[in-house]
């Protein structure tokens, strides 16, 4: 069964400590791989696409990567502005048609 | 832009009644997607459209879930009949391209008394 699993479910960071979150997936047919923010009463907010394992992309404190099985998200040196819920979803193709599997998503806290 | 834009942004109803969301998607987008919102499932795709057209409905959870696209800037998700469980955020998102951003809007919170 295609599975987007996410870790880990909640992380609380201090201002300034760097982590990574966790985005595994086990799916045929991988297109793309997407991250986005969500912040309380929001819709999601799109943040990357990733299309094949060795890729990077940055943007300001914030830097994805992808292998085969996994994509991370790096955050470094964050501020409490960063807090929000990070989901990662996947882009399949199966029979002409494309499924997006979303995780269930990882809530960040950064303390002051 | 605008954006892509829904309404009601919360609609609280009792178990039975048909309840109906409305998206108007961000212009020039070819794809519109439906998803629905919840802590225990984390976000699903229920149906999206290309040029108005539904491609995929494998995610719509039962006959009571029916989405049109009448024309490239409207669309509905129609529950009929609601029940308690249908209580979610549902959010609609627009694309230009499926491997392009989707942009979603704000969600509509759905309450089934």
């Known amino acids: 069964e295609d599975q987007v699993t996410q870790s880990p479910e909640a992380l609380r960071l201090q201002e300034g400590e760097s982590s990574s979150l966790n985005c595994s997936y086990t799916?045929?047919?991988?297109?793309?791989l997407f991250w986005y923010r969500q912040d309380p009463g929001k819709g999601p907010e799109f943040l990357f696409t990733l299309y094949s394992a060795g890729e990077e992309k940055e943007k300001e404190r914030l830097k994805a990567t992808l292998t085969k099985k996994e994509s991370f998200l790096h955050i470094t040196a964050p501020k409490p502005e960063d807090s929000a819920t990070y989901l990662c979803a996947v882009q399949e193709t199966t029979s002409g048609t494309y499924k997006y599997i979303f995780g269930t998503g990882t809530r960040l806290k950064v303390l002051a | 832009d605008a954006g892509v834009i829904q309404s009601p942004r919360h609609e609280v109803t009792e178990m039975g009644q048909e309840v109906t969301l409305r998206c108007k998607p961000i212009?020039?987008?070819?794809?519109l997607f439906w998803y629905r919102q919840t802590m225990m499932r984390g976000l699903e795709l229920l149906i999206y459209f290309n040029n108005n057209v539904p491609i995929d409905d494998s995610g719509m959870p039962e006959d009571r879930f029916s989405a049109k696209m009448p024309n490239a800037s409207f669309s509905t998700l129609k529950i009929q009949p609601s029940e308690p469980r249908d209580s979610a955020v549902y959010f609609c998102?627009?694309?230009?391209?499926?491997?392009?951003?989707?942009?979603f809007g704000p969600g509509t919170r759905l309450l089934v008394l």
């Open positions: 799916v045929s047919g991988l297109r793309g």
């Open positions: 212009s020039g987008h070819d794809y």
């Open positions: 998102a627009s694309s230009p391209g499926t491997m392009e951003t989707q942009y």
